[in-house]
């Protein structure tokens, strides 16, 4: 499992002004399967999603950046 | 040398049909889903019209076969046996067999299961060679792919309550020894019953919110499973236990419906078999509870009364999308799901669209008039 900066996803939540309750809607959208309170906790460090997981929670957070103009900021897992 | 005629409208989803006298084998490679229901009904109809006395469906080939498979297997028996013929359903998974026996079609279809029967009559079998046939198993990652793509359903006014009836539907139709299963969620401060498969198993769940004993009122309340394998050799649920023994009930398994705000619920499975449930049971059970609880959230979080609905099915909606797409990369590249995911993400990314977007242009281009991708 790699190692996700957690707490910067959390930052990058509140950059994109997105509340706990809108990044769960859009993570559940794109068919993830943790629930929303792991969501959070994946967002504070307090629960370590696998790549996969991980990723689908930087995806649901940077299409929310591309809406406000920014090109997917938040690093994915395969990212080098 | 007999007529074969193969059909390739949809990328990753072929029918090939064989006449041998007056039988013919329609096999099916590829998922039976809303996209291709039309079409599979289309050749199941057409082959009917020309009243053979026998149709076997050899679904070998089939990774997935949804509700809309099951309906073609009904309407296609019910033609044949009005006029006096039979269809045989050929190799299909053990969910659809239990889908079969639920909904009572193994009395009118008759089922050939193994491969040995197919290599037996050999020169019936239809025009491309399946191999080692794809079999919906129970696996909990397939399960929840499956589970993705039955969850999608139309809006209606009653999307809550009529995604968890289908979660109980399903967990019935896949736990082979529940005889019974049901959600219940904490309203005010209460439990109560929100989906049940039938009458014995609300009575169940009354009886430990009477008597606050049971598995189910302990799942709810600390958020951890509770296994109850032999009733008769139970001491936890001093009350309740005799209600459940009266009614039949030998064994409960319990698993908490966790959301944002902790336990909600639970799901529960009873059974009339001592030791009913093994441990892929327990996992198959968390999968589902996850399902219902993942939908709990979602009518937990931000959506109004009034808007929950139309959200939630759009949202399931676009996760069905997401999967097909995933399930078509996936067949095409030969990857794992979560490989397909990243590919899917990394085109989403370098093209600048929506995962949404391009998931629903994926599944488009399984359509033959489709350019590309």
Redesign the interface.
């Known amino acids: 499992m790699a190692e996700h900066a957690t707490d910067a996803l959390d930052r990058a939540r509140m950059d994109a002004k997105l ?4 990044l ?2 859009r993570y ?4 993830g ?1 943790s ?3 792991q969501v ?1 906790a994946f967002c504070y460090g307090a629960l370590e999603p696998n ?2 997981d991980h ?2 929670v930087v ?1 649901a957070i ?2 929310r950046f ?1 809406e406000m103009g920014q ?2 900021p938040v690093p ?1 897992s ?1 990212d080098s | 040398m007999t007529a074969t005629s193969k059909l390739e409208p949809l990328v990753g989803f072929e029918v090939a049909v064989r006449y041998v006298g007056e039988r013919v084998v329609v096999a099916v490679r590829g998922e039976v889903d809303f996209e291709t229901v039309p079409h599979l009904s289309g050749v199941v109809n057409a082959v009917i019209d020309r009243r053979p006395s026998t149709v076997v469906l050899d679904l070998g080939g089939a990774s997935f076969v949804g509700a809309g498979g099951l309906g073609i297997i009904a309407t296609g028996a019910g033609r044949l046996v009005s006029d006096g013929g039979q269809m045989v359903v050929r190799r299909p998974s053990r969910l659809l067999r239990r889908m079969m026996q639920i909904t009572g079609l193994s009395k009118v279809v008759s089922i050939e299961r193994s491969a040995e029967i197919v290599r037996h009559l050999g020169g019936e079998q239809a025009s491309f060679d399946i191999e080692a046939p794809v079999v919906a198993t129970v696996e909990s990652a397939v399960l ?1 792919y499956q589970l ?1 793509k039955m969850m999608a359903f139309p809006a209606d006014t009653d999307v809550l309550d009529g995604a968890l009836r289908l979660v109980v539907a399903l967990a019935q139709l896949v736990v082979q020894r529940a005889d019974g299963v049901s959600i219940s969620l904490s309203r005010h401060g209460r439990l109560v019953t929100v989906a049940a498969t039938d009458q014995t198993v609300s009575s169940m769940d009354a009886g430990q919110y009477e008597s606050g004993q049971g598995p189910c009122v302990d799942a709810a309340a600390n958020g951890r499973w509770f296994y109850a394998e032999s009733l008769s050799e139970e001491s936890r649920w001093p009350d309740f236990t005799p209600k459940a023994l009266d009614l039949g009930i030998n064994a409960i398994l319990s698993t908490p419906l ?3 705000d ?1 336990p909600v619920g639970a799901i529960n499975m009873y059974s009339r078999t001592i030791e009913a449930f093994a441990d892929r049971d327990h996992e198959i059970a968390s999968t589902f509870a ?1 399902e219902a ?2 939908i709990l ?2 009518a ?4 109004s009364e009034d808007d929950l609905a139309a ?1 939630l099915a759009e ?1 399931l909606r ?2 069905e999308v ?2 097909l797409a ?1 399930g078509i990369v996936m067949a095409r590249e030969t990857l794992n799901a ?1 490989e397909a ?2 590919t899917l ?2 085109f989403a ?1 370098s093209q ?1 669209r ?3 977007e391009l998931a629903a242009d994926v599944v488009a281009s399984t359509r033959p008039q489709a350019q590309g991708e």
């Open positions: 509340t706990h309750g809108d769960f809607l559940f959208e794109l068919g399967m629930s929303a309170l959070e790549d996969h990723d689908v995806h940077n299409e591309s090109n997917h994915y395969d | 929840s993705r966790l959301t944002q902790g996850t609880s993942l959230s979602y937990g979080v931000g959506a959200r949202s676009v996760r997401i999967a995933q979560e995911y990243a993400r990394r990314v600048d929506t995962f949404a």
